[in-house]
């Protein structure tokens, strides 16, 4: 038996299709986000004096042999894996990979994928030894100090049960300070920030980085997972948050930031005085943002562009208002209208976040959706594809609002796998590409990304050096009808 490095564990974020694709996957030229999560856990566990290590597979294409060499090398006590559901497979082959190099590791799989479905991945799974349910640094610091004692009393875990079975010892009741936390461990992802990209055309100036200011969401949106913080929200005081962008500046060259937060504005307060400190100190950073219409007003967009905010992401989902109140509170198209213009007047470019394939989907609110984008002066444009992950509220009823395939691996928001009543997958896949079509070929959108010549040249530069592989992607699709 080897003997482990108990105070010893690597972190790996697995990538969310077979590890044969990676290189060729054109998400990865488009956008590659620093696994945060990791990093922030990496530096909790360094702060409790645990040898924490991150590999993030999608930055690193050659990430098997890097992970067999590190255990190998290393012998940690820990392998932990933080999994969305299309990642989780490859986290389990990632688990059995390690096993067969060292049994004796110890496998802990958090995230959001497996925080919703708990005990129930234990039977078909058992090269998980532990979950983590919920918030992960305390959770895991404490499984990890008090492996050889009693783990019983370690709540946010679940674990094999010496009789058979699983234990889940509940979850925490006492939710951290997010102030206390150190900043996430950039510089244990390798080649940060230059590794990590932005999405084409979404920020002015590289290198780039993203950055989470608080935790949860108060709304109960039918298609939204919050198995992990529920609906509670904390966050960062805005001193927190400005020496956050200054130590990303300073540390690491950062100039763009893209703040991922579900609501960045929803305490207004602290964005006022976290907009003042930008526009007294000047960091010379620029940032991106999302947020909802119903927390946000002119006086505090003049404030965020002044500070250096150069686009704003709105999750609009669908132009058909019918559709929307089905989904999600204030479903006011007319609202989110006025707000999209204060933002464009505010001289902030205006993200839009559109959905194709929610329940009671139509062809009609397909179009409606169209006519809203084309109807506001919405600059960027994302269509996911409706995906009911487990732990959002209508998982438990998706069968019977229309065809549900479950397969984790495609569970991306880039694959139809539900198909609404009165839909078809290949009318779906049409419309989607419509959609995109349209809005390519409008005068307004080609001259939008001609004036990214100046205003984003380093995404005109990455488009360019990358352009066979785009060709190459647009040809695949429209061979595959996809």
Known sequence: MASLNSKNILLVHPLGYRKEAARKDISRIANIIP???????????????????????????????????????????????????????????????????????????????????????????????????GEGEETLAELIENHNGNISSVLGLIYHEKTGGACFTGRRTKSLDLDSLPFPAYEKLEGFPLAYRAPLFNYPKAPTSSCITSRGCPYACSYCDRSVFGRSFRFNSAEYMYEHVSYLNERFGVRHIIFYDDQFTFKRKRIIDFAQMMINRRPGVSFNCVVRAEHIDYDLLLMLKEAGCWMI????????????????????????SEKIRLIKKAGIRTKGLFMIG???????????????????????????????????????????????????????????????????????????????????????????????????PDSWSRFMRNLPDFIKFIMSNKRMGN
């Open 35 to 133: 696994p945060l999560g990791l990093a922030g856990l990496a530096a909790y566990l360094e702060k409790r004096e645990i040898c924490a290590s991150v590999i993030d597979c999608y930055a690193r294409p050659d990430s098997d042999n890097l992970i067999c060499d590190y255990i190998t090398r290393e012998k940690p006590a820990f392998l932990g894996l933080s999994c969305t559901t299309s990642t989780f497979l490859d986290g389990v082959r990632i688990a059995v990979l390690a096993k067969n190099i060292l049994p004796e590791i110890n496998v802990v799989f958090g995230g959001a994928h497996v925080s919703a479905l708990k005990d129930k991945l234990f039977e078909n799974y058992p090269v998980i030894d532990y979950v983590v349910v």
């Open 358 to 456: 929610l329940p009671g989907e139509t062809e009609t609110a397909v179009n409606k959706s169209m006519e809203y984008v084309f109807s506001n002066p919405i600059d960027e444009l994302n269509v996911a594809k409706f995906t009911p992950f487990p732990g959002s509220p209508i998982y438990e009823q998706i069968n019977e609002l229309g065809e549900f395939k479950e397969d984790w691996e495609q569970m991306d928001c880039m694959n139809f796998l539900f198909i609404p009543k009165g839909m078809t997958r290949e009318k779906l896949e049409a419309l989607f590409r419509k959609f995109y079509r349209k809005y390519f070929m409008r005068p307004k959108t080609l001259f939008g990304y001609t004036s990214m010549l100046w205003r984003s």
């Open 313 to 336: 992401s709105l999750g609009i989902e669908t132009g058909d208002e019918n559709l929307l109140s089905r989904h999600r509170q204030n479903a006011d198209l007319s609202f989110l």
